[in-house]
């Protein structure tokens, strides 16, 4: 028999305050209008004065655990996919951690920003394939509220904040792909693009937090051919093709690249999970924030096949391919 991580529970969290694109179209140059044409964005939610990252984290977690019907005793992994954690140490997992009343096992901290939850989810998902873990909390929760230049209509308008929140359980299986859980993931990066999409400050070089710098036009093109070869990887590597794909759950990015993405897998728009117009870009929370959603509003199913995918910044881009 072989070991597998099926998702047991969904959680998600948004900051109480929405920002609408006529409300910053007030504050930058831009108008409601400008920001739908190229996005598809129309509001964003933003995190309050005083609201960390851990608090939407906790949040979320909370609801997934409880969808779950597990305990924090039961827990032996957290892992936070961030790059805007409470500080710089300790890990912001840790403060979840405590938070839960989790006691035992571990927590740690993720990097790889937008692709961020697809590479924290890798993890826990090879704790539990390696038997370090039977239940594990992978979490993308993000406050890029706090690093974007309000001054820079080119990227403020883009993000929002947000957290989003899966349990995993081991479960034998036959080892085919027809068993629930976690079938695949596939990961890359490629250093070389560092600078197109980067954060101008960090402690080791400029001893502060800094703005967020964006290539937004390289980064599109990076994205769009970055996700649909992954997205085929994934899909290769268990004998599937997009047609057996029930529901596409991307990094939601902006409205172009979805669109983008989904012409080069021929996959019709209404089996793609698309939250950008009212949550914006959340980076590591964007895709368990639109998994939550479908699956708490009943599009995606028990047995469905899902493919979840994401491109950021390093640049880092992944794929994990999910039955429910």
């Known amino acids: 028999m072989t070991i597998r991580s099926r998702i047991a529970g969904v959680g998600a969290y948004l900051p109480a305050r929405v920002v609408t694109n006529a409300e ?41 655990m409880d969808a779950a019907g597990i305990t924090a005793e039961e827990l032996g992994v957290i892992v936070v996919a961030t790059a805007t954690p409470d500080n710089t140490f300790p890990a912001t997992a840790t403060r979840v951690q405590a938070a839960l009343g989790m006691t035992k096992g571990f927590a740690l901290d993720v990097q790889a920003v937008c692709s ?34 309000w001054e820079d209509r080119t990227t403020c308008v883009l993000f929002g904040d947000g957290a989003g929140a899966v349990v995993l359980k081991a479960e034998e299986g036959k080892g085919d792909n027809t068993d629930a859980g976690i079938l695949s993931t596939h990961l890359h990066s490629d250093g070389r693009h560092y600078d197109l999409l980067q954060v101008d400050g960090g402690p080791s070089s400029t001893q502060t937090v800094g703005h967020l710098r964006m290539e937004g036009r390289e980064v599109f093109r990076h994205a769009v051919t970055n996700l649909a070869s992954v997205v085929q990887e994934a899909l290769s590597a268990n004998g599937f093709t997009s047609d057996d794909i029930n529901w596409l759950v991307p990094h939601q990015a902006n409205m172009r690249i979805l669109e983008g993405t989904g012409k080069k897998l021929k996959m019709s728009a209404d089996r793609i999970v698309v939250t950008v117009d009212r949550h914006a870009n959340t980076s590591a929370a964007s895709v368990p924030l639109a998994l939550a959603e479908a699956v708490n509003d009943g599009r995606i199913k028990t047995g469905d096949l899902v493919l979840l995918e994401a491109m950021g910044g390093g640049f880092t881009w992944g794929a994990a391919l999910v039955r429910m």
């Open 24 to 64: 910053l179209a007030e504050k930058v140059d831009t108008s409601n209008e400008w920001i739908i044409e190229r996005t598809g964005i129309r509001q964003r939610h933003i995190a309050a004065e005083g609201e960390k990252t851990s608090d939407l984290a906790i949040a979320a977690a909370r609801k997934a």
């Open 116 to 149: 961020g939850f697809i590479f924290a989810l890798s993890v826990a998902d090879n704790f539990i394939k390696a038997g370090q873990a039977k239940a594990a909390l992978v979490i993308g929760a993000e406050t890029f509220s706090r690093i974007l230049d």
